[in-house]
């Protein structure tokens, strides 16, 4: 054992004891990646709403340019298994700077593309980088992780991301004017001065370096099993349909059908969400760690559900805004002790991306699955019967939480690898 990780080991310890009154430091490494993540969450704001025109530029349909949308998010479904079994054989930082390079390379490439096709193509290759560094981005995170400030740390990592999210627009509205191509070379060129930052960072990081080797692995079979696990699937799922395909395919839509506003205002009532999301995420995932995840997660996606059924029937603007804000909040609430809880099951000790992958995969099921069947049922039945079905997919996560166990207490020891069953011993342990 290193002196790192020994010292790691012994803060662990000390909290768990009882012998530390102060929250855990966070490890230099997670505020890296932290910073790599409003970047990545930039850029990817910078170039998303120019892409279908860009993509328009080259003489297809709207049908056709929508379609580079949605290949990259077929992509990164697709590629996610594959990028768990990198992660369990390669390690975590490997597959994460890989993938960064991936992605920026062929964003780079979007830039210069002669044809449609080259540029579906180059989209393309994007998502599988992307989903080989989210996959590894979340197994860093909980590689980490103390596990008594998980919920702080998952907080931190999802706040990056939404303040990239949310800026990202303002500034691809800035360089407008350089022309459609501009947003993809901006993007390309951040990503890998965030991966040259991030490997001169971390590669003598004993904590982002495990033995990929000897380490034991946590095996999708196994965590399937635990409750908690099978909750975060299912809530993440619901994450993804309602938050991520719902909002995205709908709100605009109706906001401009029924509310009869404008689009820009469409996008102002997008930024009540995430407003309401920034504000409720790292208070969360602090809570967390106070609380336990489960409370959280019942009450978050319970109010969520709630909220998101209210939208359906909403006929002012002001009040439209004033549920947009509470429901980003409340799907802020559970964001954090979600990640912190699958972080919990697997354990920072253990090398489990394929259990991360299928984690992962679940958002980008409910955000592809979530936008067409959405878009349906408001063409052929209604707007309201829409968002009632969000809710009602939210509610169900919400009751699956409710008979799952809470997962805070399931430690991580440095030298014995932690069961994500609380008994049963992972593959490579004894």
């Not at 599988?128 to 998980?150: E, K, N, Q, Y």
């Amino acid at each position: 054992m290193t002196a790192a990780r020994a010292e790691y080991s012994h803060s662990v310890r000390a909290v768990t004891e009882g012998d530390c009154p102060t929250p855990t430091r966070l490890p230099a490494e997670i505020w890296i990646l932290a910073g790599a993540n409003v970047v990545i969450a930039l850029g990817y704001g910078v170039v998303a709403p120019v892409l279908p025109a860009y993509a328009r530029n080259f003489g297809v349909s709207i049908s056709a340019a929508t379609f580079v949308i949605t290949a990259f998010a077929a992509m990164r479904l697709i590629f996610a298994p594959p990028s768990g079994l990198l992660v369990q054989k390669l390690g975590e930082r490997r597959v994460y700077l890989t993938g960064l390079l991936i992605v920026a390379l062929s964003t780079l490439a979007c830039a210069f593309a002669q044809t449609y096709w080259q540029l579906l193509l180059f989209r393309s290759l994007g998502g599988a980088g992307s989903t080989m560094f989210t996959v590894s981005s979340l197994a860093l995170m909980i590689r980490l992780s103390p596990f008594d400030a998980r919920g702080r740390v998952a907080g931190l990592f999802s706040s990056a991301f939404m303040i990239g999210g949310v800026a990202g627009p303002v500034l691809g509205s800035l360089t407008a004017g350089l022309g459609l191509s501009a947003p993809f070379v901006i993007y390309g060129v951040a990503l890998t001065v965030a991966a040259a930052v991030v490997f001169v960072s971390l590669r003598n990081s004993p904590l982002a370096a495990p033995d990929v080797e000897t380490g034991p692995t946590v095996s999708v079979r196994a965590v399937l099993r635990n409750r908690a696990y099978q909750a975060a699937l299912l809530s993440n799922l619901a994450a993804g349909w309602a938050a991520l395909g719902l909002r995205v395919a709908l709100v605009p839509l109706f906001v401009v059908d029924v509310l009869h506003r404008s689009a820009g205002m469409a996008g102002l009532v997008l930024a009540m969400f995430a407003v309401g999301n920034v504000c409720a995420v790292i208070p969360s995932g602090h809570l967390s760690d106070r609380v336990g995840r489960r409370k959280l997660m019942i009450v978050g996606l319970t109010v969520s559900s709630i909220s998101t059924v209210l939208l359906g029937w909403t006929t002012s603007l002001p009040v439209f805004l004033a549920i947009a804000f509470v429901t980003g909040a409340a799907s802020g609430i559970f964001i954090s002790p979600q990640q912190a809880a699958v972080a919990d099951v697997i354990g920072n000790q253990a090398r489990g991306g394929t259990a991360v992958a299928t984690f992962q995969m679940m958002s980008d099921l409910g955000t592809i699955v979530g936008s067409l069947v959405a878009g349906q049922i408001a063409q052929h039945v209604s707007f309201t019967a829409a968002f009632g079905v969000g809710g009602v997919i939210l509610l169900a996560a919400a009751a699956s939480w409710a008979l799952a166990p809470e997962t805070r207490h399931a430690g991580d020891d440095e030298e014995t690898p932690i069961c994500p069953l609380g008994h049963e011993p992972v593959e490579g342990s004894l």
